[in-house]
């Protein structure tokens, strides 16, 4: 039977809520499978039958603790998008043989990542189930707030530094903590298998997939450096 657009939504909110109640991508499909399989028979709504796909999830008694390493993962991803800033912003000031100066927006900029990128990744399930406007209101608060502060400490210069060695040094940390996220453990694909598709074409496109998710999520700022410094570089010899 062909799943409706009202059963495939309801079943990705319940997989989304299982995802983020840590469960393996396995007894996922295992649910959903079932889940499927039983609309399919009995001819009900996914609400008829389950009721709210959220509060299901969580029924099924398959939470796991919060894996363990996500200090370290948050904290390597900090400093690789730390490295992937500094190499874009002294890119351009490196290609003349210029300094690099540190503004304090720019100190401004760094301790709001520090602050906004663990809050969100500690705290991931509340964020994902923000509605669209609260999170659409709590970014524009974030990036009004940006802008104010930017107005107020103007440009001021706090250090000035040679601007190649903090280009070099930023995409070595780009390229390590890339390596790294390519290498580590904790990063591994968990796709979401149906089980019906055990050692069928299906189940071996997932895994292709989830592979090329993976590997494209943990080379997104290398890819983003090779793409934005010529552009970094352009435009600081152009407005120079």
């Known amino acids: 039977m062909t799943q409706t657009h009202t059963e495939q939504e309801w079943l990705d909110k319940m997989v989304l809520e299982l995802r983020l109640l840590n469960v393996s991508g396995v007894r996922i499909g295992d649910a959903a499978a079932t889940a499927s399989e039983h609309l399919a ?4 709504s996914p609400e008829e039958a389950f009721g709210d796909p959220t509060e299901y999830a969580r029924s099924l008694g398959l939470e796991q603790p919060e894996p363990t390493g996500l200090f370290t993962v948050v904290a390597v991803n900090l400093v690789g998008l730390f490295g992937f800033m500094a190499l874009i912003t002294a890119a351009g000031p490196a290609s003349e043989g210029q300094s690099f100066e540190i503004s304090g927006f720019h100190l401004l900029v760094a301790a709001a990542f520090l602050l906004v990128l663990p809050l969100v990744a500690f705290n991931l399930r509340t964020v994902v189930r923000l509605k669209a406007w609260q999170a659409a209101a709590l970014g524009a608060a974030v990036c009004a707030l940006l802008v104010v502060a930017g107005l107020l400490l103007g440009d ?7 601007a190649l060695p903090v280009a070099i040094g930023g995409g070595l940390l780009t390229l390590a903590t890339t390596l790294w996220g390519q290498f580590s453990r904790h990063l591994d694909p968990d796709p979401v298998l149906d ?3 055990a050692t069928g074409p299906d189940r071996a496109e997932s895994g292709r997939s989830a592979a090329w998710i993976s590997f494209l999520g943990n080379w997104c700022l290398v890819i983003g450096a090779v793409i934005m410094v010529p552009v970094a570089v352009w435009l600081h010899r152009l407005s120079g």
Do not use: F
């Not at 028979?41 to 009900?44: A, K, L, V």
């Open 195 to 197: 089980p019906r598709a």
């Open 156 to 162: 001021a210069v706090v250090a000035e530094l040679p």
């Open 41 to 44: 028979d009995s001819g009900e």
